[in-house]
């Protein structure tokens, strides 16, 4: 029999790296209610991976879990970040693994939590290296495009990143803004940037990684969630929110924070763009754009063990899966 070499045995060997859980999936898919049941039955400590629920103030629209639930189930990187600031992926990335870090060295594994597929991705992956955010230049390409509008800085991107702007919608304020910053100050397209990264040695991310991915069987489902999600959050003040977040000392709507899915249907309904029913047809039809790209990415992602939203008794078949492991993600927990 032929001898393997060193390296067929290491792929064929067992992962016995610490464990790191990913629980993906859409908007208004149950991905926190199975968290927070898991967290119950098994050593683990929730991480959020929600880029609007990272900021302070934001709970309602951003569908944050009540304080009664973060009583059962505490949330790592939750509400902690002032909503005029911006947040990266980069960012996320650094935080996200000193929780990991710390959350191990409790005795737990870590259950990352979200639907904001870019941070997974750079959490796994990292990201190019770009210049940090320069407020001059930002409020100069601002001051551009409220006297030129943004398709005319999408023009100007398309002369210089053409690669970039046919990705990007001429209404996209926030990677609009950052794409021209990027060439402006390093004088390479943000597309180039990201070709580098992707020839460059891999980042190596140093735990182990099982991902799920949940959502509804059928489409319709999700769509009638979103729909009585957002009437909801209303009923729950969503608007009084947004109205107390537009007194905080620089915020505008074009920060991330208030280009989030929600937050900027509501801030232009109080501006007052359009009507309050227009508001709510707005903000639906957005929330199923967003679960639709969520979707479409995770589609794309390798290694995902699927869970139907309605299937009977979620936690159990989770456990199942991971008690089927060859090495336990528990064994250092």
């Not at 935080?95 to 941070?119: E, F, K, N, S």
């Not at 402006?184 to 180039?192: D, I, K, N």
């Amino acid at each position: 029999m032929a001898h393997l070499c060193w390296f067929e045995i290491a792929m064929n060997a067992p992962d016995s790296r610490p464990a790191v859980i990913f629980l993906m999936g859409p908007t208004c898919s149950g991905k926190t209610g199975l968290a927070v049941e898991l967290v119950q039955q098994l050593p683990l400590e929730i991480v959020n991976v929600d880029s609007a629920q990272v900021y302070r103030g934001m709970e309602i629209g951003a569908a944050s879990p009540p304080p009664e639930v973060l009583a059962r189930a505490p949330h790592r990187l939750l509400h902690f970040r002032d909503p005029a600031q911006p947040y990266s992926a980069a960012d996320f990335r650094a935080d996200a693994l000193a929780a990991i870090a710390d959350i191990h060295a409790a005795g737990r594994v870590p259950l990352l939590v979200g639907g904001t597929m870019l941070y997974f991705r750079a959490l796994l992956e990292g990201l190019a290296k770009l210049p940090a955010a320069d407020p001059v230049l930002r409020a100069r390409l601002e001051q551009d495009a409220a006297e030129q509008g943004w398709p005319a800085l999408h023009a100007q991107l398309a002369a210089v990143d053409p690669i970039t702007a046919a990705r990007l919608n001429p209404q996209d304020r926030q990677r609009l803004q950052r794409a021209l910053e990027v060439y402006l100050l390093t004088g390479v397209p943000l597309s180039a940037h990201h070709a580098a990264q992707q020839q460059a040695p891999a980042t190596v991310f140093p735990y182990r990684v099982v991902q799920f991915a949940i959502a509804p069987a059928e489409r319709a489902m999700l769509h009638q969630r979103i729909g009585e999600r957002f009437q909801q959050m209303l009923a729950d003040g969503f608007l009084d929110e947004v109205r107390r977040l537009r007194t905080q000392p620089g915020l505008h709507a074009g920060l991330p924070s208030m280009r989030a899915v929600g937050y900027r249907q509501a801030w232009a309904h109080l501006d007052g763009e359009y009507d309050y029913q227009t508001l709510v047809e707005r903000g639906i039809v957005a929330t199923r754009q967003l679960a639709k790209r969520q979707l479409t990415w995770l589609r794309s992602w390798p290694s995902l063990t699927w869970l139907d939203s309605d299937q009977t008794n979620l936690p159990a078949a989770v456990k199942e899966s991971l008690e089927s492991l060859p090495v336990s993600v528990f064994s250092g927990a």
